[in-house]
């Protein structure tokens, strides 16, 4: 059987694939250990980073929390994959999964053809940012990046930038750009969501839940750690107090020079800068309405969609838009599981779907094949 990407889910379904002794292949397009933590920005320390739950059967231990998270969970995937001497194979890019002979699956990639009876998908969403489109954006003389482009604050030194989202990255981006750049304004669609007070296992089974009810609704699932909140840390209460989180609703389209809501134009008498509490030097009202925001740069930190469009000759998705998965089974398709998918799209969650997919697929290995 096949298993496609190394994150934390695809380690922890290889992990108890290799303990029941089920022979598979794991396939990752990365070009060494560390799932997509491997590509974020050094600035993303350890301690600064959502918790990252041990992998099952090895604990991460104690680690710097001042290190780049992207150089302490690399580390610790490949010792884990040392330890358990798991199959991985890299870089390798699945190409598609369609259907093979005698009831299997065949999965193409760039380096060669796997016949599988079961396929476990861990591609994650770090390879699919998503980019919203907006009337104008085209046109907008200055520089747009994605999340997955940021490298390090010191690019933003001097520059206006307009930062776009309301998720954990965006936060943590603003709060580094908003120290060196010349001004900062901070865009969201919907009121962004801050949590007081610790975190406990009601509200992230209730969080969980929230994205699981649309996944087996057939809906694209969402976000967990979006569904969480962000904390109240003391960094975030003092860039709250500083002005710098005063969040301004989407705007309305791009222009060459920035951003625009409402009837603003080019001469508009909105036009100005906005400094770093958002609310404009023009005097314009809070919710944006009539006014030119300038901008060097649009951070776009949008999020990501699940990495499936290798699945497509399989037709699983539902009219919903996503697939529907009950138990990390594919509904249209129970050969077909997908793990850090929808609910166990968290460190925790993966492990625990890499555990309960090996177990399906045991099962379904045990059954004769279809004729």
Known sequence: ?????????GLSTSHFLTRDGIDHVVLDRSPRPGGAWQFRWPSL???AAHRVHDLPGLPLGVADTGRPSSEVVSEYFAAYERAFGLPVRRPVEVREVREGRDGRLLVASSDGEWSARA???ATGTWD??????YPGQETFRGRQLHTVGYTRKEDFAGERVVVVGAGASAIQLLLEISQVARSTAWVTRRPPVFRDGPFDQEAGRAAVARVDARV???????SVVGATGYPLTPEVRAAMAAGVLDRLPMFDRIVPEGVVWGDAGRDAVGRGDVGQDGAGQDGAGQDGAGRLVEADTI????????VIGHLAPLRLREPGGGIRVEDTVAVRDPRVHLVGYGPSASTVGANRAGRTAARHIRRLLAEPLAA
């Open 1 to 9: 059987m096949v298993v496609i990407g190394a994150g934390q889910a």
């Open 45 to 47: 320390t350890l301690g």
């Open 299 to 306: 951070l776009w930190a949008t999020g990501f969609r699940p």
């Open 119 to 121: 396929l476990v998908n």
């Open 128 to 133: 699919r940012p998503f980019w919203p489109r």
């Open 216 to 222: 087996r609704a057939g809906l694209p699932p969402g």
